[in-house]
C-alpha cells in the first residue's frame, strides 16, 4: 500500500521516479560478534561489497553525462569508498574486535566522520557528511548480489528517473545533481525559502521539502510521486494514484508551454502599469534561461555560489569570467551583482569560519568581507573589470548599518581606481545598490535611499530577522509569513523612502515569485520584481489578470488588519480564484462572478 508524506512545497511541478536515497541512518545495523574461522570469509564479503559500491557509484557518473559538478562529487565518493584509512580501519574491526563486516564498517565510518568533524579545516569538516554518505552506499552494497542489482537498474524500469532524497541538500549539491536522470527533490530540512528551495525552483525541478524523516520511509529503488504543488510525496503510488500524478504533470507541463507562449509581451498588469521582471541567478547558464524567458536582465546574480565547495576562492580571472558571461547571455541588459553573501545557511569551505552558535546572526556576506578585505577586493575588482561588458550594478548584502554600507562602497571605489591605474577601460563607476533584508536597514531606508545607487529588498531574510524565524526550520515555516502584517510595513516604508530620496526600489526574495505574495508587492507600491527563472512566466501571467487598484485594496488591509493569517486571507479571496491554475497546477481559472 503507498504512503504520503506531508511536507512543504519548494519548489512546483510533480515528478515521479525511483528513490535514492542520500542519508540513510547507518544505525540500523545489527551487531554481531564473529567467530574466528568467519574472520576470512568476512573480509571477502567486505572486499566484494566495496567493489560493487564502486561499480554502483560509476554507473550512476555515467548517467550523468554532462554534469561535470556532479561527476565529481561522485567520482570522489568512488575513490572515498576505496580509501585506504576506511580500509584499514573496517579491516582492523574485523579482524581484531571480530565484528562482523556491516557493523564494522559503520563504526569505521562513525570513527572517520567524527575525526572530520573536529577538524580545524572547514572543507574537511564540511566533507564528513560526504563520507557518512560513502558508508551507507557501502552498506546497501552488503546482501545484494549483482543480479539484484542488475535487476533494479536493467529491469523493466530502465529508463525510470531518479528522486533524490536526503536528510539536506547543500546549495551545490542541489545544482550539483541535475541531470536529465534526477527529475525531483525530497530533503528532511527546509523551508520554502530555504537555498535548496530556491535552487531547485531556479532548476525547474520539483521539490518537497521538510518531510520529517523521510530518509528513514524511502527506501533506495522505491517509486515516488512528488509533488510539489500540494507540498507531498507519495510513496509506492498505487496505478491509480500513478495515473492521477501523469495527469497532473502533463497538465502543469501543458500550462508552463502556455505561458511560455508570452514570454515575448510586455510585463504589465490588467489595467496597463508597466513592470519589470528580472531573473536571480545561482549559476551562469541560467542567465540565457532568464533572457529566453523574457526576463529583463537579472536582478539578482547569487555570486557565492563561485566560491562554494572549494578549497581556495576563484581567482579574479576566474570570476571576471563568471559575470561576463552572465552579461552576455542577457544581451545588454542590466546585470545586478551581489557580492557573496557567505556564511548562514551557505557555509563555505573556501573560508576558515568559526563555529557559531547562531550563523545566521554571525559571520555572514558583508561581516564576512570585512574580516576578508583582501578577498573582497579582488571579488570587486573582478565585478568593476566587468562594467567593460556591460550594464553591471553591484549590491551588497546583509547591510545592517550604514557603516558597512559606506566600508563596501570604499572597497568599491578602490577596486575601481586599482583597475584603472592598471590600465583596464572601466568606462563608469558602477551604481552600489544596496540590499534591504536586515529590520535595522529597513527602519534606516531613508537614509540608505540618499546614499545607495537602488535599494533591493530580500524578503527571505527580511521574514527571517524581523520574525525571528530561521529560514530554514520546517517547524517554524508556518510562522514565517510574507503576510504577516508588520512585513508589509516594512515594505511600504522603504518603497515610500525610495519614492522621497529618487532611490529605485525592487524585490528579489521570493516573494515576488509567488503570485499571491506579488500582488500584495504590487499593491505596496513595488514595481520592479525579481525572481527565479521558473517563476517569470507565471508572474508575468498573474500580473496581466490583475488591476492595480485591487492590489491596493488588499495592501491597504494588510496596514489594518493585525494577524497574517487575516492578510492572506483577504489575498486569497480578491485573487486565488483567477490565479487557481497557477497556484495549484490543477484546474483551468475559476470563473469569477
Ligand atoms: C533574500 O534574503 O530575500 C534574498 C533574495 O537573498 P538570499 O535568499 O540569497 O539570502
Ligand atoms: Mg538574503
Known amino acids: 500500500m503507498s504512503s504520503i508524506l ?9 515528478a515521479i521516479g525511483r528513490a535514492v536515497v542520500i542519508g540513510n541512518p547507518l544505525g540500523k545495523v545489527n551487531r554481531r560478534k564473529l567467530d574466528p574461522a568467519e574472520i576470512p570469509a568476512e573480509l571477502a564479503r567486505y572486499e566484494a561489497a566495496t567493489q560493487r559500491a564502486k561499480e554502483e557509484l560509476r554507473a550512476i557518473v555515467s548517467g550523468l553525462d554532462d554534469k561535470p ?3 565529481a562529487v561522485l567520482e570522489a565518493y568512488a575513490l572515498m569508498v576505496d580509501d585506504p584509512l576506511l580500509k584499514t580501519s573496517v579491516n582492523r574491526w574485523i579482524e581484531v574486535e571480530k565484528h562482523a563486516a556491516e557493523w564494522s ?6 570513527e572517520l566522520a567524527q575525526q572530520m568533524g573536529r577538524a580545524t579545516d572547514p572543507y574537511l569538516r564540511e566533507r564528513s557528511r560526504d563520507i557518512e554518505f560513502v558508508g551507507e552506499h557501502l552498506l546497501r552494497a552488503f546482501g545484494r548480489d549483482r543480479e539484484q542489482l542488475a535487476a533494479t537498474k536493467h529491469g523493466s524500469e530502465e529508463h525510470e528517473q531518479s528522486v533524490l532524497v536526503a536528510r539536506d541538500l547543500s546549495p551545490a549539491d542541489t545544482a550539483g545533481f541535475v541531470s536529465n536522470s534526477v527529475v525531483a527533490f525530497v530533503t528532511e530540512r527546509g523551508s520554502r525559502t530555504s537555498h535548496t528551495s530556491i535552487t531547485a ?3 525547474k525541478i520539483p521539490a518537497v521539502v521538510g518531510v520529517t524523516d523521510v530518509t528513514r520511509a524511502v527506501s533506495h529503488g522505491d517509486r515516488v510521486i512528488v509533488d510539489g504543488l500540494r507540498g507531498i510525496i507519495v510513496i509506492d503510488p498505487s496505478p491509480e494514484e500513478l495515473r492521477e500524478a501523469q495527469v497532473r504533470a502533463e497538465k502543469a507541463r501543458a500550462r508552463s508551454r502556455d505561458l511560455a507562449t508570452t514570454r515575448d509581451s510586455a510585463s504589465r498588469t490588467r489595467c496597463g502599469v508597466e513592470l519589470v521582471l528580472r531573473a536571480n ?9 532568464a533572457h529566453d524567458e523574457g526576463a529583463l536582465g537579472v536582478g539578482l546574480y547569487r555570486t557565492e555560489y563561485l566560491f562554494i565547495d572549494r578549497a581556495h576562492p576563484p581567482t579574479e580571472e576566474e570570476q571576471l569570467q563568471a559575470f561576463a558571461s552572465v552579461i552576455e547571455m542577457v544581451h545588454g ?21 568559526p563555529v557559531e552558535l547562531n550563523p545566521m546572526l554571525g559571520l555572514r556576506a558583508i561581516r564576512l568581507a570585512e574580516a576578508r578585505p583582501e578577498v573582497y577586493l579582488e571579488h570587486l575588482r573582478a565585478m568593476v573589470r566587468s562594467c567593460a561588458n556591460g550594464d553591471v550594478r553591484i549590491m551588497v548584502p546583509m547591510v545592517s548599518s550604514l557603516a558597512e554600507f559606506r566600508w563596501a562602497k570604499h572597497m568599491m571605489l578602490s577596486a575601481l581606481s586599482q583597475v584603472r591605474a592598471e590600465g583596464f577601460d572601466v568606462p563608469r563607476e558602477p551604481p552600489l545598490g544596496v540590499m534591504i533584508e536586515v529590520p535595522s536597514a529597513a527602519i534606516l531606508a531613508d537614509h540608505f535611499a540618499r546614499e545607495a545607487a537602488f535599494m533591493s529588498i530580500g524578503t527571505n531574510d527580511l521574514i527571517q530577522y524581523t520574525l525571528a524565524v530561521d529560514r530554514a526550520s520546517r517547524n517554524l515555516a508556518y510562522l514565517a509569513s510574507p503576510f504577516d502584517p508588520s512585513i508589509s510595513r516594512l515594505i511600504r516604508s522603504i518603497v515610500e523612502a525610495g519614492q522621497r530620496h529618487q532611490c529605485p526600489v525592487s524585490v528579489c526574495g521570493a516573494m515576488a515569485g509567488d503570485p499571491l505574495s506579488a500582488c500584495l508587492l504590487l499593491g505596496l507600491g513595488v514595481r520592479e520584481f525579481s525572481m527565479e527563472v521558473g517563476a517569470i512566466a507565471e508572474i508575468r501571467e498573474t500580473f496581466r489578470r490583475v488591476d492595480l487598484e485591487e492590489a491596493r485594496t488588499v495592501a491597504k488591509a494588510a496596514f489594518e488588519l493585525s494577524t497574517a493569517t487575516e492578510v492572506e486571507a483577504v489575498v486569497r479571496r480578491m485573487f486565488e480564484p483567477r490565479l487557481h491554475d497557477l497556484l495549484t497546477g490543477d484546474d483551468d481559472p475559476v470563473e469569477e462572478t
Not at 512543504?8 to 510533480?14: D, K, L, T, V
Not at 541567478?281 to 534561461?289: F, G, L, R, S
Open 281 to 289: 541567478v545561482e549559476v551562469p547558464e541560467e542567465a540565457k534561461e
Open 69 to 71: 559538478h556532479a561527476h
Open 105 to 110: 564498517v559503520t563504526q569505521a565510518i562513525e
Open 201 to 203: 525552483r531556479a532548476l
Open 333 to 353: 541588459a542590466p546585470v545586478v551583482l551581489r557580492t557573496f553573501d557567505i556564511g548562514g545557511d551557505k557555509f563555505a569551505s573556501t573560508f576558515k569560519l
Open 6 to 14: 506531508q511536507g512543504i512545497c519548494g519548489s512546483p511541478g510533480i
